[in-house]
């Protein structure tokens, strides 16, 4: 498979439009501290990377799942394939239910852990699942978000869904 690196604009860049008049009254304080924080100049760029390939008609599905994960999260990721989200086990469950509302992909979002190479078996369990997406997004709480926006944009290209969901 390519590899695609992609510049995303996390935030759009504004120009900073700050009040000139400015009295003391609550009323305009309020509007001027709403000017002034919705106005700041919002440039964060970050790079990513997808090892997927670029595919011109996207794979239709209904919900499009988004795990945030850790590189040793191997387990759990197992344990949630496995059990939670394995429909084959749903038979009472999902009696009735036209399969095109089963239909689902999940994406298992994985950052790089500052300075180290992914590992081995994080590779291998890569190679094994079509459920497993690499970025170089670092793994912090700060960059969820990041995370989030880079699996939107995957999405987006690798699927026709109907429903995004967050987990």
Same mark, same amino acid.
């Given at each position: =498979?390519? =590899?695609?690196?992609? $510049?995303?604009?996390?935030?759009?860049? /504004?120009?900073?439009?700050?009040?000139?008049?400015? %009295?003391? %009254?609550?009323?305009?304080?309020? #509007?001027?501290?709403?000017?002034?924080?919705?106005?700041?100049?919002?440039?964060?760029?970050? #790079?990513?990377?997808? !090892?997927? &390939?670029?595919?011109?008609?996207?794979?239709?599905?209904?919900?499009? /799942? +988004?795990?945030? %994960?850790?590189? $040793? %999260?191997?387990?759990?990721?197992? #344990?949630?394939?496995?059990?939670?989200?394995?429909? =084959? /086990?749903?038979? $009472?469950?999902?009696?009735?239910?036209?399969?095109?509302?089963?239909? +689902? $992909?999940?994406?298992?979002?994985?950052? &790089?852990?500052?300075? &180290?190479?992914? =590992?081995?078996?994080?590779?291998?369990?890569?190679?094994?699942? @079509? !459920?497993?997406?690499?970025? !170089? /997004?670092?793994?912090?709480?700060?960059?969820?978000? !990041?995370?989030?926006?880079?699996?939107?944009?995957?999405?987006? &290209?690798?699927?026709?869904? @109907?429903?995004?969901?967050?987990?």
């Amino acid at each position: =498979s390519q =590899s695609v690196i992609n $510049k995303i604009d996390v935030r759009s860049e /504004i120009k900073p439009k700050i009040p000139t008049n400015i %009295s003391n %009254s609550s009323a305009n304080q309020g #509007e001027t501290k709403s000017a002034i924080k919705n106005s700041l100049p919002l440039t964060d760029k970050i #790079e990513i990377e997808s !090892d997927q &390939k670029e595919t011109n008609a996207p794979e239709d599905c209904f919900i499009v /799942i +988004f795990i945030p %994960s850790m590189a $040793k %999260s191997a387990n759990l990721r197992q #344990e949630m394939r496995t059990r939670w989200l394995n429909t =084959s /086990i749903w038979k $009472k469950e999902i009696e009735g239910i036209e399969p095109v509302y089963l239909n +689902f $992909k999940l994406m298992f979002v994985v950052g &790089k852990q500052r300075d &180290k190479e992914y =590992s081995a078996e994080l590779l291998e369990e890569v190679s094994a699942n @079509t !459920d497993m997406f690499l970025t !170089d /997004i670092e793994e912090s709480k700060k960059t969820l978000k !990041d995370k989030l926006l880079w699996a939107l944009r995957e999405s987006v &290209k690798l699927y026709n869904f @109907t429903y995004f969901v967050k987990v």
